[in-house]
T-cell receptor, first 114, second 113 residues
Framework: GDSVTQMEGPVTLSEEAFLTINCTYTATGYPSLFWYVQYPGEGLQLLLK?????DKGSNKGFEATYRKETTSFHLEKGSVQVSDSAVYFC?????????????FGKGTHLIIQP | DAGITQSPRHKVTETGTPVTLRCHQTENHRYMYWYRQDPGHGLRLIHYSYGVKDTDKGEVSDGYSVSRSKTEDFLLTLESATSSQTSVYFC????????????FGQGTRLTVV
């Protein structure tokens, strides 16, 4: 079946550091890929998405590129802030979250220190 | 913010008792989902609905049932709660059109003692 693999962390960085959170996937078809973020005590919010190979999703300074050849969707940000501390989930879906829903990775806990 | 309300937000119950969690949406989205979130597992799909009275099982459906009698409400029932069902439960909705995102509720923290 389909699966998503990401580093679990916690990942601890200093403010203004460069961030990479790796995400790789296994899928039988050509899914859409997503990054969701969960702040403490809250539900998940969509951070960015990409629907086909070579698409780049971006939002709030975060970027991720859909790499079909390496089955990856790594999340990057050039300069992190304390407010970026959260849990980040990589996910895939064949129909944008409709029909069969999303398949999630286990989540990466990110801690940014001032 | 998408109009999704989960109730209750917190619940403690005893092993063997029935429990029902409610998800209410005001977006008129077709698809609704129940996920559970556990450390080391991320989010896993329990059940989903693709219309009124149309539901299907997800990855971890054993011990859970669902009902959707109206577009706006999706109920998750634990017929006889067990300690392994202690978790945080999230409801999500999606229009399912094209590659639209799923919107999540705030979650329900359930503790089975």
């Amino acid at each position: 079946g389909d699966s998503v693999t990401q580093m679990e962390g916690p990942v601890t960085l200093s403010e203004e550091a460069f961030l990479t959170i790796n995400c790789t996937y296994t899928a039988t078809g050509y899914p859409s890929l997503f990054w969701y973020v969960q702040y403490p005590g809250e539900g998940l919010q969509l951070l960015l998405k990409a629907t086909k190979a070579d698409d780049k999703g971006s939002n709030k300074g975060f970027e991720a590129t859909y790499r079909k050849e390496t089955t990856s969707f790594h999340l990057e940000k050039g300069s992190v802030q304390v407010s970026d501390s959260a849990v980040y989930f990589c996910a895939l879906s064949y129909s944008g979250g409709g029909a069969d829903g999303l398949t999630f990775g286990k989540g990466t806990h990110l801690i940014i220190q001032p | 913010d998408a109009g999704i309300t989960q109730s209750p937000r917190h619940k403690v119950t005893e092993t063997g008792t029935p429990v029902t969690l409610r998800c209410h949406q005001t977006e008129n989205h077709r698809y609704m989902y129940w996920y559970r979130q556990d450390p080391g597992h991320g989010l896993r799909l329990i059940h989903y609905s693709y219309g009124v009275k149309d539901t299907d099982k997800g990855e971890v459906s054993d011990g859970y049932s669902v009902s959707r009698s109206k577009t706006e409400d999706f109920l998750l029932t634990l017929e006889s709660a067990t300690s392994s069902q202690t978790s945080v439960y999230f409801c999500a909705i999606s229009s399912g059109q094209g590659n639209t995102e799923a919107f999540f509720g705030q979650g329900t923290r359930l503790t089975v003692v």
